[in-house]
């Protein structure tokens, strides 16, 4: 039995949630859309968005500032880097990482 994402989103901790804007081709609208985090590092985080075209959102933070950047990833090998780094064991190259069950959802609800 597959959970809807309504149901899911309404049991998902917030830091684990988030709302993107996303600005339509010509740039006078912005529609909002759902993303769940699906892993982190000590200084990132990879976000999916729910649209039907998923998307990859990194939240990088920049070390030793306060700046944060925010991309989509066009390149899966960025993407899968990044999921690398967060390491299935949570430990990868030295840094703290975590993979959530987020993706674990997605993939068994598509």
Partial sequence: MSLDITSF???????EKT?????????????????????E???????????KKRRYLAHTRVPNS??????????YEE????????GLDGIHDGEQGILYHNLLYLLMNP
Wanted: hydrophobic content about 40%.
């Fill in 66 to 75: 306060e700046e944060v950047e925010i991309d989509f990833l066009r390149d």
């Fill in 9 to 15: 989103l309404l049991h998902t901790p917030e830091s």
């Fill in 41 to 51: 590092t000590k200084h990132q985080k990879l976000y999916i968005t729910l649209e």
């Fill in 79 to 86: 993407v899968e880097a990044l999921m690398e780094d967060a």
């Fill in 19 to 39: 709302t993107i804007h996303i600005r339509s081709a010509d740039g006078r609208n912005t529609q909002p859309c759902e993303a769940l985090l699906i892993a």
